[in-house]
């Protein structure tokens, strides 16, 4: 037989209908929702008189909205009320589990569905939401769809799909001290653009990413879509497997072995061919901090601000000058002397156990500076922030200067009331730098949470390697 | 789903690169429950001044391009989140065609959901529509897509590649999950081989049928 990638194993072990010149029908595994992009997908399944095939399969949050402060206080905002309500309604309705924001398991969808063992791998796994890439980086293939796709998934368990490319990125060489999961997959934005990996599904490999724990193979792999591909992808390993045992909704026993001797037929075929492929040398990379308004307008720490001028391309270069405009910034300024008025740790791509630690290590004993307005603290989830606590990293936070939050998307997307303010700058760990995404006028700057928590501290960005790294590695 | 066959109306220029669904309808207006009226919203923060008063510096405002249906923009139009609000405020603002260099995938899978239609061509081709839109005020364009061709006034004829059942569904305006329904056998058949229900080994902080039956 001849060779597969873990795309296209998964791809036929879910294969429901296939018809020359049409898309082909794909079973889904999980469907994960959220208050934010369902509540017209349930109105018009209702105005159609469908019903929700497989509830069982089906798993709700509320994320996008909800409050970080005090969730016992009543929820303000009228909109963000209805929504709850709508999704809390819809669920109850049709017999779809959810997460409500009162519930200890609560959290940012792409967070509590590995937390909770329903995302495994070799499952097809869907969400309204472009981040649901993150969970390819347990060897799922999962994507992002809009709400008629919501709709379509609700009534059929399916989706019509036409078949992907694939793109393999191979990452060589070994992480230096000071570089994170998130400087990993800024380089490959910066590498293969913004639009790089359209109509792709990625595969990262190489020892770049399997030295990862499952949390930085997330965080690559939640930045997938900023790639422009839909779907990112790693292969399960002992580093997957020994993260996904005791999890609530994992098998035990003699059925976690079958599982994993499952699992280990996924990883692609030596000698799989793949329509595109990228290789990454990381041994001398830098942390990266965007200066832009996508996430490809990237530089390292060390590096300026470029100058419009220098790109050859009359779009690109209109889009930089515009970019500078938006963000205030002058060209060949140093990163490093880039004040910062806000710093936001948390979301879908840096919010877990492990970002978590590694920014404290950074911050214990120290002080976020005076200029500093606000820095945030958000756990990605209830789960983490109760593991957190236990560890103490809340006291080393909040003894820093930073608010520690209840669980949610946040100073991310701004759908609640963390919102940066117009013309202010954010150091933050999320993952896009689009005009207006934290709030209108706010000028973001995405980093790594070590980088982040280092800015807080300095009051502008600095190379966190110049910190000692042995205190965050 | 409203049907697309040929349509002709008048283009309107955003001459910018990456322009994400963020900036389409920005994050408030995605509290919203319905799938209508999201036009106002389109391109809310570039499109308006404080107090919602039109900004006269965004291309779309000028008077020129008022009742444009047509949109000419730059490459990995749609790019970032999947909100389908995007298109949702793109098609209530009126308009029906969108010609890009490329557009970002899931944005691209949304629009032909709302029978809109995205036209890929190009970088050449997307430059010369720039130049006729700014030269010639009230300029138009006939897209015909059973045939897959461009037109406009000044005997400019380009043709475009779509993928042929996308061009089947939008001309009749199907349904997808009617489509889907017919294969409701296969779904059933699939379903028996390949139980896939999550099974639960711990208590985890959750409304479920189960508990609510307590």
Partial sequence: MATQTMYEKIWNAHLVHQEDGQPSLIYIDRHLIHEGTSPQAFAGLRAAGRKVRRPDLTFAVMDHSVSTKDRTLPVLDDNARAQFEALWRNCRETGVRLFDMHSRNQGIVHIIGPELGLTQPGLTIVCGDSHTSTHGAFGALAFGIGTSEIEHVLATQTLPQFKSKTMLIHVTGRRPPGVTAKDIILAIIRKIGVAGGTGHVIEYAGEGITD?????????????????????????????????????????????????????????????????????????????VTWGTTPGMVADVTGVVPDPASFTDPVERKAAERALQYMALEPGTRIIDISIDRVFIGSCTNSRLEDLRMAARVVEGRRVARTVKQALVVPGSRVVKAQAEKEGLDRIFKAAGFEWRDAGCSMCIGMNDDVLPAGERCASTSNRNFEGRQGKGGRTHLVSPIMAAAAAIAGHFVDIRDWGVGQVE | MQPFRRHTGLVAPLDRVNVDTDQMIPKQFCKLLTREGYGKFLFYDWRYLPGEKPNPEFELNQPRYQGASILLTRANFGCGSSREHAPWGVADYGFRVLIAPSFADIFYNNCFKNGLLPITLPDEQVDELFRRTYTHEGYRLTVDLEQQTIADEQGLALTFEIDPFRKYCLLNGLDDIGLTLQHEDKIRAFEEKHPVTPVQYEEVDMWSPERAAD
Wanted: aromatic share 10%; hydrophobic share 40%.
């Fill in chain 1, 212 to 288: 990862l724990s499952m949390e930085g193979r997330m965080t690559v792999c939640n930045m997938s879509i900023e790639a422009g591909a839909r779907a990112g992808m790693i292969a399960p390993d002992d580093t997957t497997y020994a993260w996904m045992e005791g999890r609530p909704f994992v098998p035990r026993g003699k059925d976690f072995q079958l599982a994993v001797d499952y699992w280990k037929t996924l990883p692609s075929d030596p000698g799989a061919r793949f329509d595109t492929v990228v290789e990454l040398e990381i041994s001398q990379l830098a942390p990266q």
